[in-house]
């Protein structure tokens, strides 16, 4: 089947099929896509309920006319791939990846764009890591919470009334077992230098602290733009971690790439910080040093999910924790759907072929 081109004059039709599955991963996608669809002619929005389970072209009116095609999460078939005959661009993602389907519409000649990078959320996540490193120096979230039912936290006298050089006083509440106060001065030690481990290395760069990565396949100018030196042993860079942040993705060849060896090695009173994904860590280590008081974490993703209430990690004075939302802000749904939008043709210069 052969198509003819259109004239830089004719937009054409662009349509957007989002599913109820793909809302409940990434609920601000289609409404993103909707508001920055920038040709002269509105983009055409079909949202299909979870128990719709009509393939695209059967909920799409006159789906030969369409020459731009979203489809967020929504069933495609070989008869959708068919039925779509003007086609000319288009995306079929799912909420973690593109839909099979996408390289039927490549075979057949049409220009499909997919995501290239987890970068959408790189921003999110690493504003989150910097969050939970400052709440792990401070015990922000247990302050917050001992005040609630306690007045003993606004008490800074020293405990039995006799001061001691490094001990409570005076405003000052950190727990000097730990790793505690400000980020700059801090010996800060990085595993990765992608999307979000640079980002968070130019943050804590930035603020002062003393900062290392160790990521063997990013290139050099990864860690001079992130403000941190490059260091060409992973041994090497948990010797004298103050705060410890493992930020790879995890992969077949990252899963415990932290091994029990890196966790017994950082020093006693380390801050480790983990936003990616657990399971790059030898978890059983962890556990081991961080219920015995040796070091501190500040999490927001585990190798369990969720934790159990009963899970001894939860409620310790050494712990901050959340609930694995560090990626998902409104601003990284709009920026997941910009990644895709910025690869479609320009609408006043269109080369369809």
């Known amino acids: 089947m052969t198509f003819e081109p259109a004239t830089p004059s004719d937009e054409g039709r662009g349509v957007l099929v989002s599913h109820a599955r793909f809302d409940a991963d990434w609920p601000w996608v289609a409404e993103a896509f909707r ?83 987890e970068g959408f959320w790189g921003q999110s996540v690493a504003e989150f890591g910097l969050a939970l490193t400052l709440c792990g120096l401070r015990r922000i979230p247990q302050l917050h919470h001992e005040i609630l039912t306690d007045l003993a936290p606004w008490d800074y006298r020293p405990p039995g009334g006799v001061p001691r050089p490094g001990g409570r006083g005076g405003q000052y509440g950190d727990d000097p077992r730990f790793t505690s106060g400000t980020v700059a001065g801090a010996r800060v030690r990085i595993v990765g230098a992608g999307n979000i481990a640079s980002r968070y290395a130019s943050f804590v760069s930035t603020m002062g602290a003393d900062v290392a990565a160790w990521d063997p396949f990013a290139p050099e100018p990864s860690f001079h733009r992130a403000g941190a030196r490059r260091e060409l042993h992973l041994e090497r860079l948990v010797r004298d971690a103050e705060i410890f942040a493992p930020m790879v993705p995890l992969i077949p060849s990252t899963e415990g790439l932290v091994t029990a060896a890196h966790i017994d090695a950082l020093p006693k009173g380390c801050l480790v910080v983990l936003v990616t994904r657990a399971r790059i860590c030898d978890m059983e280590a962890l556990r081991r040093r961080v219920l015995a008081d040796e070091l501190a974490l500040a999490a927001d993703v585990f190798d369990v999910e969720p934790l159990p209430l009963a899970d001894p990690l939860l409620g310790r004075p050494n712990v901050v924790h959340t609930p694995h939302n560090a990626g998902r802000t409104r601003q990284a749904n709009e920026a997941f759907a910009r990644a895709i939008l910025d690869q479609f043709q320009p609408f006043e210069v269109q080369a369809w072929s």
Do not use: I, M, N
Not at 65 to 89: I, K, M, N, Q, W
């Open 35 to 117: 508001a920055q669809w920038p040709g002269p002619t509105p983009l055409e929005c079909v949202r299909q309920d979870l128990d719709d389970t009509r393939a695209v072209h059967e909920v799409v009116k006159d789906p030969g006319g369409v020459r731009r095609l979203v489809v967020l999460g929504s069933p495609v078939t070989a008869e959708s791939v068919a039925a779509f005959t003007g086609l000319a661009e288009a995306a079929l993602l799912g909420s973690y990846g593109e839909l099979p389907e996408a390289e039927l519409l490549r075979a057949r000649g049409v220009l499909v764009h997919r995501h290239t990078s």
